[in-house]
């Protein structure tokens, strides 16, 4: 029974620190927005 409670403990650690990971690097990305197009209604008329 000791040994499934440990398995099952490392087993959630693990999981735990990789969504930790993911979560810092996510929060570390950088986004970037594209210009707004400019506006071209006075080259139509």
């Not at 979560?23 to 139509?44: C, G, M, R």
Request: glycine share 0%; net charge neutral; hydrophobic share 45%.
């Amino acid at each position: 029974m000791y040994v499934t409670l440990a398995v099952s403990l490392i087993i959630a650690a693990i999981i735990l620190a990789l969504t930790v990971i993911t979560t810092l690097k996510a929060y570390q990305y950088k986004h970037t927005v594209d210009p707004p197009p400019e506006d071209n209604h006075s080259q139509n008329k």
